[in-house]
């Protein structure tokens, strides 16, 4: 069936510096690659999310790329901030056009910020 | 926009209480929505897919007399854990989406179930 896998599993990075998060998908009919962040307690929420017919995509400090090829994808977090520290989830879903497709989660990286 | 909540954000009951969770899209009408277990430290298992006016569809391991699921309108899916056991503890999030294809999943806050 349909897999993400998600590394690391934990990132400490030092204030100010890059996180990068990589995940790799099995279903090669993946199109849509969204990644949630995750606070204690809270709800996920979107923080950016990519299609196959892009390579990369950024939002400010963050940007994700993807390699249909390789089936792989990766989040990138620039000039981090104790703000970003918090569980990030990579996914991956299959077009359905006759109902909404179904989102496979990655286990989730827990990003800590060293001030 | 796309507002979700879930109600309510915490349950503590005994053990063979049946307990009703509910998810409402406040601003826009959710053709579909799903429901999610979450362990702790752990990622979101997805529980079923809820489509308006159909019977939900569960994922394989999940018991769908256990854990029963309506959505009965564009705005409104319930989860009810029947006859909860202690191994029933744990965070259960719904999300909700508008329409086909592939869209951002909008989630609730989540319920934390706790069963004494």
């Known amino acids: 069936g349909e897999n993400v896998e998600q590394h690391p599993s934990t990132l400490s990075v030092q204030e100010g510096d890059s996180a990068v998060i990589k995940c790799t998908y099995s279903d090669s009919a993946s199109n849509y690659f969204p990644w949630y962040k995750q606070e204690l307690g809270k709800r996920p929420q979107l923080i950016i999310d990519i299609r196959s017919n892009v390579g990369e995509k950024k939002d400010q400090r963050i940007a994700v790329t993807l390699n249909k090829t390789a089936k792989h994808f990766s989040l990138h977090i620039t000039e981090t901030q104790p703000e970003d520290s918090a569980v990030y989830f990579c996914a991956a879903s299959r077009t359905l056009y006759s109902s909404a497709s179904k989102i496979i989660f990655g286990s989730g990286t827990r990003l800590s910020i060293r001030p | 926009g796309a507002v979700v909540s879930q109600h309510p954000s915490r349950v503590i009951c005994k053990s063979g209480t049946s307990v009703k969770i509910e998810c409402r899209s406040l601003?826009?009408?959710?053709?579909?929505m799903f429901w999610y277990r979450q362990f702790p430290k752990q990622s979101l298992m997805l529980m079923a897919t809820?489509?308006?006016?159909?019977?939900?569809?569960?994922e394989q391991g999940v018991e769908k007399d256990k854990f029963l699921i309506n959505h009965a309108s564009l705005t409104l899916s319930t989860l009810t854990v029947t006859s909860a056991h202690p191994e029933d503890s744990s965070f259960y999030i719904c999300?909700?989406?508008?329409?086909?294809?592939?869209?951002?999943?909008?989630f609730g806050d989540g319920t934390r179930l706790s069963i004494l």
């Open positions: 601003d826009f009408q959710a053709t579909t």
């Open positions: 809820s489509n308006e006016g159909s019977k939900a569809t569960y």
């Open positions: 999300s909700a989406i508008s329409g086909g294809g592939n869209q951002p999943q909008h």
